[in-house]
């Protein structure tokens, strides 16, 4: 151990510090067999359901457009939604109900 070390240890700890640390130990890690190890099971993620009237042209025939969303945000299903029905070429949107489904 330097001085300045000793000069840090003493500042910080006060007199008894200046005592060399003790050496550390090394633990033997233990192995694991392949057939002990658990799978991990996944965490079941809410899903919601956004059921929306939809049409391609404005007082046309309505359509049920159903979109299931994995989030407990119901404005963000309701825009994933939509962004969804827009990508299958519809135009005019209307969203009759946002439920939980397990």
Avoid: C, W
Wanted: aromatic content about 6%; hydrophobic content about 40%.
């Amino acid at each position: 151990m330097n001085d300045l070390e000793a000069e840090m240890r003493q500042a910080l700890f006060g007199a008894g510090a200046s005592a060399p640390l003790p050496e550390k130990a090394v633990l033997p890690i233990p192995e694991t067999s392949p057939a002990k190890t658990r799978s991990v099971a996944k965490a079941v993620s809410p899903k919601l359901r956004v059921t929306m009237h939809v049409t391609k042209e404005f007082e046309g025939d309505l359509e049920v457009f159903i979109y299931d969303v994995s989030s407990l945000s119901t404005l963000t299903a309701e825009i994933e939604a939509k962004s969804a029905a827009k990508k299958k070429k519809f135009k005019y949107f209307d969203v009759v109900s946002i439920k939980s489904v397990d």
